[in-house]
Nanobody, 114 residues
């Protein structure tokens, strides 16, 4: 099982980034997929989730209206489009797959700073 995140980096406040998480080694289309983040000194927190077929999404209150989660079950990839980024969005962002068991990626750093 592999989850490989990409797309992180340094961006100015108000900017945008698109994170990708490429999955392999399991039946991607059967799993609930989520993005989590962890800032230094803080606990890991849920950012957004999407059901296996993509029909339902869920967002943390602090990203609603700014972030969009989506998935492509042909490419076995889940995305997180992040707009209007704020310094407090700075964190390591992790991809998670869940169907009774959890799989995690290694994370990608997002830094929002001028």
């Amino acid at each position: 099982v592999q989850l490989v995140e990409s797309g992180g980096g340094l961006v100015q406040p108000g900017g945008s980034l698109r994170l990708s998480c490429a999955a392999s080694g399991f039946t991607f289309s059967s799993y609930y997929m989520s993005w989590y983040r962890q800032a230094p000194g803080k606990e890991r927190e849920l950012v957004a989730g999407i059901t296996s077929a993509g029909g339902s999404v869920n967002y943390a209150p602090f990203v609603k209206g700014r972030f969009t989660i989506s998935r492509d079950n042909v490419k076995n990839t889940v995305y997180l489009q992040m707009n209007s980024l704020k310094p407090e969005d700075t964190a390591v962002y992790y991809c998670n797959a869940f169907r009774g068991v959890d799989y995690w990626g290694q994370g990608t750093q997002v830094t929002v700073s001028s």
